[in-house]
């Protein structure tokens, strides 16, 4: 439940919440730096919104050993293997789908984006699982991460020279800019591009690791906690030590940026696990369990449905104008929190009638 409970909450930050910090900021103004923080980084350093992708990234790692142990013992490793292909393939649709697919031309079509990230984390490391043994998978995850280091490092960019990793100057851009085609979501590079894949990968297999911990039954649950936490702060600490030679870079997936978020990541499922699972205080996270039980289900319809819109129609025009009397923004909120409850609704209807929607 702890997985579906973390899993949901970073969905909340995806599907309204970021529109309640605006409504919240334009009622009480903050200083430009605190303001700053709410948003993603502009290149280098680390803001509170980077980590909601890689979370959900890594959580999907996490997912993969509980779903595809299943598999395997149900219908062997080719049949596992068929299916987590199938699966990535239509996500990868998806996310194509969510960016207007061709409606805008060809020239539009945005073929690397979040959704399609996701897919091809969810493949790589799915496949990985199936094939691999736990030792041959932490040597994949550190080649990924190294490689990607070295590869930044030392090979050289046209104009640039090697070691450069200003936007723009990076092997990663370059690379994006010389073959990624169609639409760029940066101009001539994006930032789910082609090379940056690969660390994202490890993200997802760094997910494994920790799906293995909390799956061994030979573990007790309160040593699993434990390393669950120590393997955070190791890797937040390692992170911050690699950052003073290869910056944490959300937009190019640096191998630093990986660690520091599958810390946070580790300590946050540490968190959850001990109050969910082994405290068995689940109550307050219910509303989570709701979103985190269909939550590429939530994602889709909201890429499809404004739920803001949605809440103008109830609350719009004079009833917002008139909470906008009482304080400047006040009309915003109201609006902003009616259309995160919306997707609340939503998945609370799935849920209570046992409805999980899946790729």
């Known amino acids: 439940?702890?997985?579906?409970?973390?899993?949901?909450?970073?969905?909340?930050?995806?599907?309204?919440?970021?529109?309640?910090?605006?409504?919240?900021?334009e009622m009480f103004p903050m200083?430009?730096?605190?303001?700053?923080?709410?948003?993603?980084?502009?290149?280098?350093?680390?803001?509170?919104?980077?980590?909601?992708?890689?979370?959900?990234?890594?959580?999907?790692?996490?997912?993969?050993?509980?779903?595809?142990t299943k598999a395997v013992a149900?219908?062997?490793?080719?049949?596992?293997s068929f299916k987590i292909v199938r699966r990535s393939a239509i996500l990868f649709l998806f996310g194509i789908l969510v960016y207007h697919g061709i409606a805008n031309g060809l020239d539009h079509v945005r073929l690397l984006g979040v959704l399609q990230r996701l897919a091809l984390c969810s493949c790589a490391a799915g496949l990985a699982?199936?094939?691999?043994?736990?030792?041959a998978m932490v040597v994949l995850t550190v080649a990924l991460l190294v490689g990607y280091w070295a590869m930044l490092t030392f090979i050289p960019v046209p104009g640039f020279g090697a070691g450069d990793?200003?936007?723009?100057?990076?092997l990663t851009n370059w690379i994006d800019k010389m073959y990624l085609p169609f639409r760029r979501w940066d101009g001539d590079h994006d930032p789910e591009g082609i090379l940056s894949t690969l660390p994202a990968i490890a993200s997802s297999l760094l997910g494994v690791f920790a799906g293995l911990l909390i799956?061994?039954?030979?573990v007790e649950p309160a040593r699993k906690v434990r390393l669950l936490l120590l393997w955070g702060v190791a890797g937040i600490a390692a992170a911050l030590l690699w950052n003073l030679q290869f910056p944490i870079i959300k937009k190019i997936w640096t191998s630093s940026f990986v660690l520091l978020t599958a810390g946070i990541s580790s300590v946050l499922l540490a968190s959850f696990?001990?109050?969910?699972?082994?405290?068995?205080?689940?109550?307050?996270?219910?509303?989570?369990?709701?979103?985190?039980?269909?939550?590429?289900?939530?994602?889709l319809i909201a890429a499809?449905?404004?739920?803001?819109?949605?809440?103008?129609?109830?609350?719009?025009g004079n009833v917002s104008a008139f909470f906008e009397g009482i304080h400047h923004g006040l009309g915003n909120l109201v609006i902003a929190l009616l259309g995160l409850g919306c997707s609340f609704l939503i998945c609370r209807f799935l849920y209570n009638r046992k409805i999980f929607l899946r790729v």
Request: proline share 4%.
């Open 129 to 135: 699982f199936v094939w691999l043994n736990t030792r």
């Open 165 to 170: 990793f200003a936007e723009g100057h990076n």
């Open 304 to 316: 499809v449905v404004s739920f803001d819109g949605v809440a103008k129609r109830v609350v719009g």
């Open 74 to 80: 149900a219908e062997g490793k080719g049949q596992a």
């Open 215 to 218: 799956r061994n039954p030979s």
């Open 31 to 68: 200083e430009p730096s605190l303001n700053a923080r709410l948003q993603h980084a502009p290149w280098e350093g680390f803001h509170f919104y980077d980590l909601i992708f890689p979370l959900f990234a890594f959580l999907i790692g996490v997912s993969l050993v509980f779903s595809l």
């Open 273 to 299: 696990y001990y109050v969910i699972d082994v405290r068995n205080h689940r109550n307050w996270c219910r509303p989570w369990v709701w979103i985190g039980t269909n939550a590429i289900t939530i994602y």
């Open 1 to 25: 439940m702890s997985l579906d409970a973390l899993r949901g909450f970073d969905m909340f930050f995806i599907v309204g919440m970021e529109e309640v910090f605006e409504a919240l900021s």
